[in-house]
């Protein structure tokens, strides 16, 4: 079993920044891509970015520039750096790990990142 857990969302201007962190822990596991997305209420989940063991980077379009994913592989830790939030970032950010060796994803619980004045 692998949990994920996430740390770094809070209240923040518009303009301001956060750093998400999100560590896995659990049995032994060779985790393959870490990443985000996020949830907006009344919207659907969607991706934020994400990182494969390589370092190979993907991000949706609403976050090229301002995000910045990374990992400490030695950790199994990903990180999102979140610059020049807007109120459209608002929204639930969960971590995931896809894990090769149960060939799935696991999810953490999320972290609330409101962006507001």
């Known amino acids: 079993q692998v949990q994920l857990v996430e740390s770094g969302g809070g209240l923040v201007q518009p303009g301001g920044s956060l750093r998400l962190s999100c560590a896995a822990s659990?049995?032994?596991?060779?985790?393959?891509?870490m990443g985000w997305d996020r949830q907006a209420p009344g919207k659907q989940r969607e991706l934020v970015a994400y990182?494969?063991?390589?370092?190979?980077?993907n991000y949706a379009d609403a976050v090229k520039g301002r995000f910045t994913i990374s990992r400490d592989n030695a950790k199994n830790t990903v990180y999102l750096q979140a610059n020049s939030l807007k109120p459209e970032d608002t929204a639930a950010y969960y971590c995931?790990?896809?894990?090769?060796?149960?060939?799935?994803?696991?999810w953490g619980q999320g972290t609330q990142v409101t962006v507001s004045s």
């Open positions: 995931y790990a896809f894990v090769v060796t149960t060939n799935r994803n696991y």
């Open positions: 659990g049995s032994m596991f060779n985790i393959q891509t």
């Open positions: 990182i494969t063991n390589g370092g190979y980077t």
